[in-house]
């Protein structure tokens, strides 16, 4: 559809706030994802403010918004660190991927670094990975991939994050029971 059929009504101070609060209703966000959403929007409908005062721009008007919203507890950017982080650990994403993943979502560096998965969480990710992927001795076949088929799968691996040590830990093993055993050991 095209700008022309929507005719688009410019923001007024209370549209802005009913936008933004619909964002936060329908989904978990961070502070810096619902100010790009505002200002995006707002680009493309326009600002109807009746003068230049201080209380009419619209950027103060977004920033205002946001940090009220954060003060009412809709928006918590460190628990959306935490639920990102352990759902992305959870299908088997790595350290970097976490991380890459939290950054992009405008999460603060101590935060990045309080949700930051340790040796045995890596391990565990890494291993679910393996399972879903049937990387090293969980393809199914009684014989072990060979050094192409190894490697593809081990950057595979280090694409989703893992550390490179780890990835050829897992994908060079013999059987699964040792990556298993591997892994409850840390």
């Given at each position: ?18 936008t ?22 707002l ?22 918004l ?12 460190e ?21 890459q ?58 694409r ?14 013999r ?12």
């Open positions: 559809m095209s700008d022309k059929r929507r005719n688009r009504v410019p923001f007024t101070p209370a549209a802005l706030e009913q933004a609060l619909a964002y936060v209703a329908r989904y978990a966000t961070t502070q810096a994802r619902l100010r790009s959403y505002l200002v995006r929007k680009r493309e409908r326009g600002w109807e403010g009746t003068d230049d005062r201080t209380e009419d721009r619209p950027e103060e008007r977004i920033e205002a946001v940090m009220r919203f954060a003060g009412a507890g809709y928006l918590d950017d628990a959306w660190a935490r639920m990102r982080s352990g759902a992305l650990a959870r299908r088997g994403f790595g350290a970097g991927r976490i991380g993943a939290l950054r992009e979502a405008g999460i603060a560096e101590d935060l990045r670094t309080d949700n930051r998965l340790d040796e045995p969480a890596q391990r565990q990710a890494a291993l679910v990975l393996a399972r879903r992927r049937r990387f090293g001795p969980f393809g199914g076949a009684d014989l072990l991939p060979d050094r192409p088929q190894r490697e593809k799968q081990v950057a595979a691996m280090v989703a994050g893992h550390p490179l040590d780890i990835a050829r830990r897992i994908v060079d093993a059987d699964p029971e040792e990556v298993e055993q591997w892994v409850d050991s840390a």
